[in-house]
């Protein structure tokens, strides 16, 4: 994470916004509104009141202050000390939205410098999560360093604090903290369809469609508000009105615009103007692209990614390095049934990318190619000093966009909202020197709460969560694809990055779990019933090592046998399901509510395929009513059993059992639809 100057904020918060505008996707942000600071004595005015700071390091000064007259003054010349001065934030609740920052002055600051951070703690006063920016180091004057971070559902208490980095000596002063929460806008819009980049298809006269989020206002109550639609031409002149209504009673509304008919190729405004019940106007334009042909590469109505024309669903692998790349490692992921492949190996380290890319569509393999390392190399400080990282990230867009087999850019690996201002300068290199191909961006667990934020920043979300050997069981798989989902609006892909790895490999007293085929083919269903377009495992490279740390002495290819041999089956098995993902039709369940096996239909070729994940690692049984004019002619199927009473279908799966069960239709449909 970083520091931002006020300057790079204020630079880079219009150029998101004129990006937003620009390319119609994005949903319609004004300037944030933030609410009073929740730090108290943020300034040290009144000593050291209301902060816990240890005895006997640092002291409230008089001589040296960012505004008024004091500042907290730490000189630390241990470096295994590793101290924090910390306070309690009041009036916090789960689910805000906050912006915190600080300012620092350094003199011989070391290593990673001096900072602040937020976080929260459970009721057992567990660290649950955190923001953490990067901070300044070497002898500088008073900069400003902020960052956001969402409270999570289960946070007890929230803290702000301030400290060196591990091993930091130097001294540093600190004022002026804030941490204020960012009140959500009134109204929030999202376009859902034309959802790629508000690019259409001339001819295609699907009726466009708009999500409008909905904060309740205190003084609203049950009210209604006026939604006014208009389209406009690139002269400004209003081709077609609408005027739609809503309640406040709704957290969202859903409002349609016909556009009208063999409408030419071009570029249009779709503006929008929602008054409020207090008589506010709200208005946000979306600029809407008419285009005799779709892209090589983009996400459709419903989510899925098309290549050439056709529907594909990415199932993939992450590599770990350009090693595994060779003609050995590529043949065997392909005969796993895999079609796309992630190699961090390659971004700006390898000399010869087209090569790679040539190695990978020798055997049909579908490659996003990873820049996200890139964005790590971004210095800190002024934005013209990361002007060559992007110039080489632009190199690499220009050099790759050709390749035949190339599916997405993956520009953000886990980096959290502090990284937006950059995450949309990369989004907008993509968009400007290469409209063929989709961005892609994987966000961890712990952003989960913020995944909306990064709504105009990307084509398809990514969200990596790892439950296998650390989680009591695999349900929390659902509820991340389920979040995953509500922030992609039915406008954004969805690929979900499940896990391969043992965590032993990755933390040095971790008890080994490797994920066995059921546990990595139960994340599958998980996810695919959730509604993800898209797989990519994580990952490949650690199925070659036994335990932590990786390298030669921990390397077992013996072990990686059989752990391939495991994700080769479960690889095998969904690729066969992908068909009908792609083309099957969605049929509704009735579901319990409080369902514990996830569960899922589609009907393809004559057949109804329900897909069911138990997520728990004992037996669990789901009873639903069967769809009408669909029988069970096959009472056990897999590892899935079932049973048949009184109207009623039971589905009885073992521990984090998974698969799909399949019916058909019933004779009397059949000769129906023979007769007709």
Known sequence: MFALSKHYIQKYFYAFLAASLLWGCAPSHAQE?????????????????????????????????????????????????????????????????????????GKNLTGQGATLYVQSLDKNNKYINGSYPQGFSGTNDWHQIRDNFIVPDDAASTWVLLYFRPKVTGTAWFDDVEVRVVEPEPFVSFLRFPNYRGQVQQGDNTAWKMDIEINLQPDWKNSAIKIQQALMDATGKVLLEKTSNASTSDKTATVTFDPPANLPVGDYTLQQSITAPDGKITT????????????????????????????????????????????????????GGFNTILNYGYGYRQPDPKAYMARAHKYHLQVVYAMSDMLLKLKQDAPEENQPTYDQMASYIKMMRGEPNLLAWYINDERPPGWLPRLQKVYDLCLQLDPHHPAFQVLAHSQSDAMEKYFSTLDVYGNDHYPVGVKPDLSTTSERIHQTVEAAHGAKGVWMVPQLMDWAVYRKNQKSHQPSCDEMRNQAYQAIIGGAKGLIFYTYYDLFFEKYPRNDSTRNEALFQKRWADAAAMGQEINALIPAILSGKNIALSLPQSADVKASALEYHNELLILLANPYYEQQSLTLTLPKGWTIKQVDQGEIKSTFANGQVTFILPSVGSGVFRLEKNFDVILKERSE
């Open 33 to 105: 509104h933030l609410g009073p600071n929740l730090v108290q004595n943020p300034g040290f005015e009144n000593g050291a009141v209301d902060w816990s700071i240890p005895a006997n390091t640092a002291q409230v000064v008089n001589d040296v202050a960012h505004s008024g007259d004091q500042s907290l003054e730490y000189t630390n010349t241990d470096p295994g000390q590793y101290k924090f001065f910390r306070q309690k934030l009041k009036g916090i609740k789960p689910g805000q939205y906050l912006q915190f920052s600080v300012w620092v002055k």
């Open 284 to 335: 946000a334009k979306f600029p809407v692209h008419v285009v005799q042909q779709m892209p090589k590469v983009y996400i459709d109505k419903e989510g899925f990614t098309v290549v050439d024309g056709s529907r594909f669903f990415p199932l993939g692998l992450y590599l770990g390095d350009e090693k595994q790349t060779t003609d050995e490692h590529l043949q065997r992921i392909k005969d």
